[in-house]
């Protein structure tokens, strides 16, 4: 599935680059191969329903290859941001990483890693859920814990627990706490909706 996958990000990049049907050079050239083993290729994934594709014509996605395409997209972008903005690893390094886990990771191990990610400027992709922060970067209000170092836990952050940010002051059961930005930088919440403060509070 991976060299399907390969094939797919591909096609999707061209398309959108050039808009229009996808030749078979251009992705020989693309992804390095030979002519005659994309046009195998592209035969085997027309028959699997992700392209549309006719000799001489070209390819293009049918909604079932664009649907993968675009997630593989996501997963890349999320993992590369994840690598370059999160642990400052450099970009080429973050981007041969990101070829290579985008094709084995699942929407819940994607949707954790942008939990970790998150902040108020987050825009690693459209599907982004803005209700994530790092406490850090967190506007003023009530969050959940999602995620909190093991050493906050002896003081009383806990997973699940409801904590409201005033300024620089975390408030836990109407106790302030004045905490450091680095500790606030491990701390993963996300927001309070009216529903959850009226079952927690």
């Known amino acids: 599935m991976e060299r399907v ?115 108020s400027e987050c825009n690693v992709c459209k599907d982004c859920d803005r209700s994530f922060y790092i406490l850090k970067n967190a506007p003023d209000g009530k969050f959940e814990i999602i995620a909190v170092p093991k050493s906050m836990e002896q003081i009383g952050f806990e997973v699940g627990k409801v904590i409201e940010k005033s300024g620089e002051i975390i408030f836990l059961d109407e106790e302030g706490y004045n905490i450091e930005r680095e500790i606030l930088s491990k701390i993963v919440v996300r927001v309070v909706d009216l529903e959850d403060k009226t079952q927690k509070h």
């Open 5 to 119: 996958e390969e094939y797919l990000e591909a096609i999707y990049d061209i398309q959108q680059e050039k808009r229009k049907a996808v030749r078979t050079n251009d992705l020989a050239g693309k992804l390095g191969i030979k002519p005659s083993s994309v046009t195998e290729m592209l035969s085997k994934l027309s028959d699997s329903g992700y392209i549309e594709y006719q000799p001489y014509y070209g390819a293009v996605l049918t909604e079932k290859g664009l649907s993968i395409a675009k997630r593989i997209k996501k997963f890349h972008k999320i993992f590369e941001s994840f690598f370059t903005d999160f642990l400052g690893v450099d970009y080429d390094t973050a981007h041969k990483l990101s070829c290579e886990l985008e094709h084995h990771v699942t929407e819940d191990v994607a949707e954790k890693i942008c939990m970790l990610i998150a902040s």
